[in-house]
């Protein structure tokens, strides 16, 4: 007689019992601890600790000081007119309000300043009397105070406007009292005479050298300029191009003032 072999038998398969109140657990062919493996994990994400407002105002200053650096040395500058030399065109003046030019310095990277433009300019040594310029640190801090009137400027700057360059001959004057640059007189309406005669402090006659320029003050019988720091030629009272910082555009300060610097070209009439 055959026996048949019941498949449910005990000594083949282990059964496991469903758990009360949930599913069926796999078959035991997972042991116990791979199936803890696979149980999802729940972990508790540490709050993150807030910087102390110190901390945050040191990174914000830090930040604040570094744009002001690169955008100082590489895009444009803020510079005060502490002299009356430029007036009526830039006020600088005892007991006004000193007007605040932007000098941009991206014009310059593409071309020579041409007549015409007003320039900021480090004064090379017969400029300043030996002064040196302070170090760039000494001299950022300086001039952002001298922004909000709490420090003066470094005095080794100098705003003028270019009359001539390299290789023309500056000569004054015509039977109008206008300065010749090659022997042609200029147009120049920007020019303060505080309401004088229109005659001008006499000069002699000079060629500008290569690589350097000839500049003037439009208050121009009131302005330290090319002319009078001709030592120990007069030649020598032109200025180097390398010294130039770059080109003032608009008046920011004060604001009744707003607007752009002209850059009317005397030689050729502003055309």
């Given amino acids: 007689m055959s026996h048949r072999v019941n498949d449910d038998s005990s000594s083949t398969w282990e059964t496991t019992p469903p758990a009360e109140d949930g599913p069926a657990r796999p078959p035991?062919?997972?042991s116990s601890s791979s199936y803890d493996d696979e149980a999802p994990r729940f972990s508790k994400k540490k709050a993150k600790k807030k910087q102390p407002f110190w901390k945050e105002l040191l990174v914000i200053f830090s930040v604040a000081l570094l744009l002001t650096v690169v955008i100082q040395t590489f895009i444009a500058r803020v510079f005060v007119i502490p002299s009356a030399s430029m007036e009526t065109t830039l006020h600088g003046c005892t007991g006004c309000v000193n007007d605040k030019v932007?000098?941009?310095k991206i014009t310059y990277l593409f071309g020579d300043p041409k007549?015409?433009?007003?320039?900021?300019?480090?004064?090379?040594?017969?400029?300043?009397?030996?002064?040196?310029?302070?170090?760039?640190?000494?001299?950022?801090?300086?001039?952002l105070g001298s922004m909000v009137n709490l420090s003066e400027p470094s005095g080794t700057d100098f705003i003028k406007r270019v009359i001539a360059v390299g290789g023309q001959t500056v000569e004054c004057?015509?039977?109008q009292g206008r300065?010749?640059?090659?022997?042609k007189p200029l147009d120049e309406p920007y020019l303060n005479f505080g309401g004088g005669p229109r005659q001008q402090d006499s000069?002699?006659?000079?060629?500008?050298p290569a690589g350097k320029l000839w500049v003037m003050g439009d208050n121009r019988n009131n302005s330290s300029d090319s002319r009078k720091h001709g030592d120990p030629t007069p030649a020598d009272g032109a200025i180097p191009i390398d010294n130039v910082v770059g080109k003032a555009q608009v008046i920011v300060?004060?604001?009744g003032r707003w607007g752009t610097v002209s850059d009317h070209n005397p030689q050729t009439g502003g055309k």
């Fill in 253 to 255: 300060i004060p604001v």
């Fill in 203 to 208: 000069f002699e006659k000079v060629t500008v």
């Fill in 173 to 175: 004057c015509d039977d």
């Fill in 115 to 143: 007549p015409g433009d007003v320039i900021v300019f480090r004064g090379p040594p017969n400029w300043t009397g030996g002064k040196e310029p302070p170090n760039f640190v000494v001299g950022t801090l300086q001039d």
């Fill in 28 to 30: 035991s062919s997972h």
């Fill in 102 to 104: 932007l000098v941009e």
């Fill in 179 to 183: 300065v010749l640059v090659d022997g």
